[in-house]
């Protein structure tokens, strides 16, 4: 069964930054569009940034020009940078396919961000 494990995250402070990685246990990465999602305390999952094999990104208005995606196949990882964090950006972040979620959810990775 392959596992998406997440990391990264942390405290931050509000106008910090942040880098997550997601890695896969099986070949799930290079061939598919990825996701970055993220649920916020109370509130549903909701997708951040996603990228396709060919680069394109697709992302929530609430993180334009601060958060960039990116995937490395050969590493079989996507990358989420985080610039500019802001308090509201607080929630566990997790990867997964896009637009269908296909994989078992992973872990996630903790983000908070102080004001």
């Known amino acids: 069964q392959v596992q998406l494990v997440e990391s990264g995250g942390g405290l931050a402070q509000a106008g910090g930054s942040l880098r997550l990685s997601c890695t896969a246990s099986?070949?799930?990465?290079?061939?598919?569009?990825m996701g970055w999602y993220r649920r916020a305390p109370g509130k549903q999952r909701e997708l951040v940034e996603a990228i396709t094999r060919d680069g394109i990104t697709t992302y929530a208005d609430s993180v334009k020009g601060r958060f960039t995606i990116s995937r490395d196949n050969a590493r079989n990882t996507v990358y989420l940078q985080m610039n500019s964090l802001k308090p509201e950006d607080t929630a566990v972040y997790y990867c997964?396919?896009?637009?269908?979620?296909?994989?078992?959810w992973g872990q996630g990775t903790q983000v908070t961000v102080s004001s």
């Open positions: 099986g070949y799930i990465i290079p061939i598919n569009t």
């Open positions: 997964n396919t896009y637009p269908t979620p296909m994989i078992s």
